[in-house]
């Protein structure tokens, strides 16, 4: 017998229709509805809601075969498809995380081919893979954010099956997943929830109506999020979750949503004897998302830290325009790396008010953060979705992975950066509905026109070739320049594993110097030098060592160190500015 049973507090009668043959529901106080059958291990099935015949896919669908707008089809792993009973886990604080999008890492576009460039990964130095959402959403293809059947697996990707062989091949590689969730809004195609339940709230964020977190019958919509969230770390062995825009999750009850999930993470890794990790993507420079909770906080394992990202690449390419406005100098970089935020109750000019709060770095360590000069986001939501690689020289693209690798913080690459990838990451999409099509086109050449950009440069969602200029091209992997790139990458992080200065994870052990007018700014890191030179022309540093690993060739001097334009350097031993005993900004010698 299987049992079917569905949350739909609002219908007057639900019936199950299991390959096209109807059966009753009898409900239970709570809103439940439950059935008990005899059917084949794959049936179709779904729900019919009062008199309305439309048959409605599953809100718990384990797989989609055809579709989110279709039936759901009941689903188990097949015997024998996990080999992973060995694999122990790992931790994230002070890791180097992949994020990668299934669609567009291989030409395929699928996780089985994904696997096939698992042993690249391995060579790199990674040691998590983080995939961009895999629910199931509408269309062919799409960035996985417009999701509306949260416990599917996009099928084209590969489904449910498909999910497993990748994680499956990770594991026996050594590798992590982690799986992008979005919990904070519903896709605008195939979104059903709504017909069954108060899923959504009178709120709204900037995605549409917010998920109803805090109104009346909260309880089982949080509980479907928590479900889902344990999950993909129960069922599919995921060894932690990346939680999409927490920010825009709106609760007011007095445990938080994210709270409750960090509880129930926790008890779940206890039982299965393996760490697993929640990364919140925040807008808010909040610490109480990574303070643990017997201080007060959520007790979340780490965060993105846009700061760090703005901090680098303003710095680097001299972009100032919008969210970047407060950024760009070598003050500011410095005084991020060595805080962890920039703003921290501090004024925000794009926000026209304060903005964050102080992260206490003598509790909280820096691996509790993320640096990254490069994600999904900060190439996708630029206007022609292009990647600084597109922009900046390779010197400037090895100046910004020396100050992210070789910064305290747990460390985030997105696919290609590591070799200076010349294809774009836009923002594509595949909506079915010809309205919604038309809209969400028409909707991203006006955003961007108002802001100065000509509608006609904005790539067009719905048009298939965005999606495939997307698409990484492998082919220039190894050759030249790219290649030189990707050594120093494996070189970085090679440094990162080896050498226990460069993994001390506490803000309060760096010291930064730097010359703003002359364009250099270094990180000591213990016995380590990370000396890097922004500016458009030769620099002479006041530091000198052993070298251990540089972009272009410095010139080591007994009490200083010349390098080119947009060149780094790594030394080892002590040096003129590396003698004081704690941190200092802008400290010249002499």
């Given at each position: 017998?299987?049992?079917f049973?569905?949350?739909?507090?609002?219908?007057?009668?639900?019936?199950?229709?299991?390959?096209a043959?109807?059966?009753?529901m009898?409900?239970?106080?709570?809103?439940?509805?439950?059935?008990?059958?005899?059917?084949p291990?794959?049936?179709?099935?779904g729900?019919?809601?009062?008199?309305d015949?439309?048959?409605?896919p599953?809100?718990?669908?384990?797989?989609q075969?055809d579709?989110?707008?279709e039936r759901?089809?009941l689903?188990?792993?097949?015997?024998?498809?996990?080999?992973?009973a060995?694999?122990?886990?790992?931790?994230?604080?002070?890791?180097?995380i992949?994020e990668?999008?299934?669609?567009t890492?291989?030409?395929?576009g699928?996780?089985?081919?994904a696997?096939?460039?698992l042993?690249?990964?391995?060579g790199?130095?990674v040691?998590?893979?983080e995939l961009m959402p895999?629910?199931?959403f509408?269309?062919?293809?799409?960035?996985?954010y417009?999701?509306?059947l949260?416990?599917?697996?996009?099928e084209?990707?590969g489904?449910p099956?498909?999910l497993?062989?990748l994680?499956?091949?990770c594991?026996?590689?050594?590798?992590?997943?982690?799986?992008?969730?979005?919990?904070?809004?519903l896709?605008?195609?195939?979104n059903?929830l709504p017909r069954?339940?108060?899923y959504?709230s009178?709120?709204?964020?900037?995605?549409g109506?917010?998920?109803?977190?805090?109104?009346?019958?909260?309880?089982?919509?949080?509980?479907?999020?928590?479900?889902?969230?344990?999950r993909w770390?129960r069922?599919f062995h995921?060894?932690?979750?990346?939680?999409?825009?927490v920010?825009?999750l709106m609760?007011n009850?007095?445990i938080?949503?994210?709270?409750?999930?960090a509880?129930?993470?926790?008890a779940l890794?206890?039982?299965?004897g393996?760490?697993?990790?929640l990364i919140?993507e925040?807008?808010?420079?909040d610490?109480?998302?990574?303070?643990?909770?017997?201080?007060?906080g959520?007790?979340?394992t780490?965060q993105?830290?846009d700061?760090?990202?703005?901090?680098?690449?303003?710095a680097?390419?001299?972009?100032r325009?919008?969210?970047?406005?407060?950024?760009?100098?070598?003050?500011?970089?410095?005084?991020?790396?060595?805080?962890?935020?920039?703003h921290?109750?501090?004024?925000?000019?794009?926000?026209?008010?304060?903005?964050?709060?102080?992260?206490?770095?003598a509790?909280?360590?820096?691996?509790?953060?993320l640096?990254?000069?490069?994600?999904?986001d900060?190439?996708?939501?630029?206007a022609?979705?292009?990647?600084?690689?597109?922009?900046?020289?390779?010197?400037?693209?090895?100046?910004?992975?020396?100050?992210a690798?070789?910064?305290p913080y747990?460390?985030?690459?997105f696919?290609?950066?590591?070799w200076?990838?010349?294809?774009?990451?836009q923002?594509?999409?595949?909506?079915?509905?010809?309205?919604?099509a038309r809209?969400?086109?028409?909707g991203r050449?006006?955003?961007?026109?108002?802001?100065?950009?000509?509608a006609?440069?904005i790539?067009?969602?719905q048009?298939?070739?965005?999606?495939?200029?997307s698409?990484?091209n492998?082919?220039?992997?190894?050759?030249?320049?790219?290649?030189?790139l990707?050594?120093?990458?494996?070189?970085l992080?090679?440094?990162?594993r080896n050498?226990?200065d460069l993994a001390d994870?506490?803000l309060?052990?760096?010291?930064?110097?730097?010359?703003?007018?002359?364009?250099w700014?270094?990180?000591?890191?213990g016995?380590f030098?990370?000396?890097?030179?922004?500016?458009?022309?030769?620099?002479?540093?006041?530091?000198?060592?052993?070298?251990?690993?540089?972009?272009?060739?410095?010139?080591i001097g007994?009490?200083?160190?010349?390098?080119?334009a947009h060149?780094?350097?790594?030394?080892r031993?002590?040096?003129p500015?590396?003698?004081?005993?704690?941190?200092?900004?802008n400290?010249l010698?002499?």
């Amino acid at each position: 017998m299987t049992e079917f049973a569905v949350w739909a507090p609002e219908p007057e009668r639900v019936r199950v229709d299991v390959d096209a043959t109807l059966h009753d529901m009898s409900r239970s106080d709570d809103g439940w509805w439950h059935a008990q059958l005899d059917c084949p291990a794959d049936a179709r099935y779904g729900f019919v809601l009062d008199d309305d015949p439309q048959v409605l896919p599953d809100p718990r669908s384990a797989r989609q075969p055809d579709g989110v707008h279709e039936r759901s089809q009941l689903w188990s792993p097949a015997p024998g498809a996990w080999t992973d009973a060995d694999w122990a886990g790992r931790s994230v604080a002070g890791a180097v995380i992949y994020e990668l999008h299934i669609g567009t890492f291989t030409t395929e576009g699928t996780f089985d081919s994904a696997i096939e460039k698992l042993d690249y990964l391995v060579g790199l130095g990674v040691d998590f893979v983080e995939l961009m959402p895999v629910n199931a959403f509408s269309g062919q293809y799409g960035w996985g954010y417009d999701g509306v059947l949260w416990y599917a697996v996009h099928e084209p990707y590969g489904g449910p099956d498909g999910l497993i062989r990748l994680i499956d091949a990770c594991h026996a590689r050594g590798l992590g997943v982690l799986i992008d969730a979005v919990f904070n809004h519903l896709g605008p195609s195939g979104n059903y929830l709504p017909r069954f339940g108060p899923y959504l709230s009178a709120g709204t964020n900037p995605w549409g109506a917010s998920i109803n977190l805090s109104d009346p019958d909260a309880d089982e919509v949080r509980t479907y999020i928590i479900e889902c969230a344990l999950r993909w770390m129960r069922d599919f062995h995921a060894d932690g979750l990346r939680l999409d825009a927490v920010h825009a999750l709106m609760d007011n009850t007095a445990i938080h949503i994210l709270e409750e999930l960090a509880t129930a993470t926790d008890a779940l890794a206890a039982q299965l004897g393996r760490p697993l990790s929640l990364i919140a993507e925040s807008d808010l420079n909040d610490p109480r998302l990574i303070t643990p909770r017997d201080c007060g906080g959520y007790g979340l394992t780490a965060q993105w830290d846009d700061d760090i990202h703005h901090a680098i690449h303003t710095a680097v390419s001299g972009e100032r325009q919008g969210y970047y406005a407060d950024f760009g100098s070598l003050e500011t970089l410095a005084t991020t790396l060595r805080h962890g935020f920039f703003h921290a109750g501090t004024y925000s000019s794009f926000r026209h008010r304060r903005h964050g709060r102080p992260l206490d770095t003598a509790t909280i360590p820096a691996t509790r953060l993320l640096a990254y000069t490069l994600t999904h986001d900060q190439v996708g939501n630029r206007a022609v979705g292009d990647r600084p690689s597109q922009r900046l020289d390779f010197g400037q693209l090895a100046v910004k992975a020396a100050l992210a690798l070789g910064s305290p913080y747990t460390a985030m690459l997105f696919m290609g950066e590591e070799w200076g990838s010349s294809s774009p990451f836009q923002f594509f999409s595949s909506h079915p509905e010809p309205e919604l099509a038309r809209a969400t086109a028409e909707g991203r050449k006006a955003e961007f026109a108002e802001h100065g950009w000509d509608a006609d440069e904005i790539p067009d969602p719905q048009d298939p070739a965005t999606f495939q200029r997307s698409k990484l091209n492998w082919d220039e992997v190894e050759g030249g320049e790219h290649g030189q790139l990707l050594q120093t990458y494996r070189s970085l992080i090679e440094l990162r594993r080896n050498e226990p200065d460069l993994a001390d994870p506490w803000l309060d052990h760096l010291r930064i110097d730097f010359d703003e007018q002359a364009g250099w700014i270094v990180m000591h890191r213990g016995a380590f030098d990370i000396v890097c030179n922004l500016g458009e022309t030769a620099v002479s540093v006041p530091v000198t060592g052993e070298l251990v690993l540089a972009w272009d060739s410095p010139d080591i001097g007994p009490g200083a160190t010349t390098l080119a334009a947009h060149s780094f350097a790594i030394l080892r031993g002590v040096n003129p500015l590396s003698t004081g005993s704690g941190p200092v900004d802008n400290a010249l010698p002499g």
